[in-house]
């Protein structure tokens, strides 16, 4: 497991004005990616604030999944929905 020195939240509080717009662009790439990624995985986070992104030796990570959803494609009379499933309470058919 990787360990990371501080959330984004944090580090944007001990280091506002000396954060460059390069930096922040950065940061802004690096959260795009990670919601991309989880989305392809068909993942909905739930949660996306910055103290949800862990700094890992100079690159963002997002975390704590804890009220994530899975998103699922199902077939039903030849009719695509969309369902969600939380892992919680198992929630299905939601259109």
Do not use: Y
Not at 14 to 33: A, C, G, P, S
Not at 55 to 71: H, P, Q, S, T, W
């Amino acid at each position: 497991m990787e360990c990371g020195s501080i959330d984004l939240a944090g580090f944007l509080r001990r280091n506002r004005t000396k954060i460059t717009e390069n930096e922040l662009q950065v940061f802004w790439r690096q959260m795009l990616e990670a919601v991309h990624v989880i989305h392809e995985a068909r993942i909905i986070h739930s949660d996306l604030k910055p103290a949800n992104f862990l700094l890992v030796e100079g690159r963002l990570k997002l975390i704590d999944f804890g009220i994530a959803n899975a998103l699922q494609v199902s077939r039903a009379d030849s009719t695509k929905f969309l369902s969600l499933r939380r892992d919680s309470n198992r929630l299905k058919g939601v259109r």
